[in-house]
């Protein structure tokens, strides 16, 4: 029986998470270090961490709580069985996962919708995404938000509408940019700069990555 | 495309958002350039942190959840440790029951089990399917050009020799599909060229392609305003040029090829 490790909650601060600074905590970088070994305990400590956050993310994509558990349970899937080889990616485990949440979580959409990329996939995205907003009003979860949700709600919230609504259209959306450009009738080169000022702006307000529990990010590989 | 125009693109990358020649692109540049790839590990490590951005929702049962990471985990791939002791019975004692009892259990498990793997692996499956379908929409996109009412094709080849490319143009969609093979490749900082000749008129641009690994070329071009514009068009040539063409050819064509309608 695998223990449950319960782990305080992710803040503000300078630099990764303290107790993971002052080696109470394994950083995730340690801990897939012990999956590529085989250590299934690790792999429960990764998900308590990070299995709420790639739950939200999956469930924003695909607007139903069993694809969204379909997409974490793969997700995590391809983390254990990937994880030598994640050892020596140049990114953090974080980063990682939430790329392979929405990759997975936007072709199950395409499949879901057998629609091609283009015009009508954006109308669709239109009702999908009204649809979310109606169905998140009922299970939105009252009290104990993370200090570093609004941290990033905040960074979000501070961009120009422009740029704000092309990074979440892409994001959230999974719209590409010539996807973005017709639906925000906008030059391509217009959006391509509305995306670049707008990450480089979040860039500046989310990096480095205060509170979590990534070791400083150095060039590996 | 220069360096200073692709970095400007690194966000857009690392958000999923560039798709076909766009994303090419950048990932054939991507591998020389140190300060491209750092702009995109700090932009990707951005998108990881955005998914805090999303409404607070949780699993209707996140324990049932990690559970079955869990128990999926075990079968995607069976861990190296070996496997403990099994405990003997006593000398004399019945081990039926026991044994039926244990029966019942890995009958119970096994399905579970079944059950939890099929669901991974249906998730896998469908993800590979998407990438899949997302391919034939892009090829059926070619198809559909090829097939279009208002196509001419021009077949190119040395004089007196067997074709080694065929243009067709898709008057209705108004591009240029360009198919090549058994073309040699070219020098570095060489492309191949299009021509598109009116007699009596000094040749036209109709764009510039690559071949691939295998020495084979399939691209989708827009057809120049000047080409559209010019009326009817008698030949075709391909020469050999400095990389992002020339605006009249520099050599003799290597091929040539007269158009004719599709039946």
Not at chain 1, 42 to 64: E, M, P, Q
Not at chain 2, 104 to 112: F, R
Request: proline residues 6%.
């Amino acid at each position: 029986m695998l223990r449950r490790h319960a782990l305080p909650a992710a803040t503000v601060g300078d630099g990764p998470h303290p107790d993971c600074s002052r080696g109470r905590l394994p950083s995730d970088t340690a801990l897939v270090a012990r999956m590529a070994r085989g250590d299934e305990a690790a792999l429960g400590v990764l998900y308590d961490r990070h299995g709420g956050v790639a739950y939200r993310l999956a469930f924003a994509l695909t607007h139903t709580s069993e694809g969204a558990e379909d997409v974490v349970s793969a997700v995590f899937a391809q983390l254990w069985r990937e994880s030598r080889e994640l050892r020596t990616a140049r990114q953090s485990v974080l980063a990682w996962m939430m790329a392979r949440v929405r990759r997975i979580a936007l072709a199950r959409r395409g499949v879901a919708d057998g629609s091609p990329r283009g015009g009508v996939r954006i109308a669709q995205d239109r009702a999908a995404r009204s649809r979310q907003a109606a169905g998140m009003k009922s299970r939105q979860v009252t009290g104990g938000t993370k200090p570093i949700e609004p941290l990033v709600r905040k960074a979000l919230a501070e961009l120009p509408e422009a740029q704000r609504v092309a990074v979440e259209r892409a994001y959230f959306g999974g719209l590409t940019r010539r996807e973005l450009a017709i639906e925000q009738e906008e030059p391509v080169t217009q959006v391509t700069e509305h995306l670049g000022s707008a990450m480089h702006y979040l860039r500046r307000a989310l990096l480095p990555r205060a509170g979590t529990f990534e070791e400083p990010v150095t060039r590996r590989g | 495309m220069t360096h200073e125009q692709l970095i400007e693109s690194a966000a857009a990358y690392a958000l999923g958002t560039l798709d076909g020649d766009d994303r090419a692109a950048f990932e054939a540049h991507l591998p020389d350039c140190e300060e491209c790839q750092t702009e995109v590990e700090a932009f990707r490590e951005v998108t990881g942190l955005l998914a805090h951005g999303t409404p607070a929702v949780r699993p209707a049962n996140s324990g049932a959840l990690r559970d079955r990471i869990l128990r999926d985990a075990r079968d995607v791939r069976p861990l190296s440790s070996a496997p403990s002791k099994a405990v003997r019975p006593a000398k004399g004692a019945s081990i039926m029951p026991w044994l039926a009892a244990a029966a019942c259990l890995t009958i119970a498990a096994v399905s579970g089990l079944s059950y939890s793997r099929e669901r991974a692996q249906l998730a896998l499956a469908e993800h590979d399917l998407a990438a899949t379908r997302a391919d034939l929409a892009g090829r059926d996109s070619t198809i559909a050009a090829f097939l279009g009412p208002e196509v001419h094709v021009v077949s190119l080849s040395e004089p007196k020799g067997k074709p080694s490319a065929r243009v067709f143009w898709n008057h209705t969609r108004n591009v240029f599909i360009v198919t090549a093979f058994n073309l040699p490749p070219v020098p570095a900082g060489k492309t191949y060229q299009l021509w598109a000749i009116r007699n009596g008129k000094p040749p036209l641009s109709m764009g510039t392609f690559a071949l691939n690994a295998s020495g084979r070329a399939t691209a989708i071009v827009p057809v120049p305003q000047n080409i559209t514009d010019g009326g009817f068009i008698d030949d075709c040539a391909l020469t050999v040029e400095p990389a992002g063409g020339s605006a009249q050819p520099t050599e003799t064509p290597r091929l040539m090829g007269a158009w004719r309608h599709v039946d």
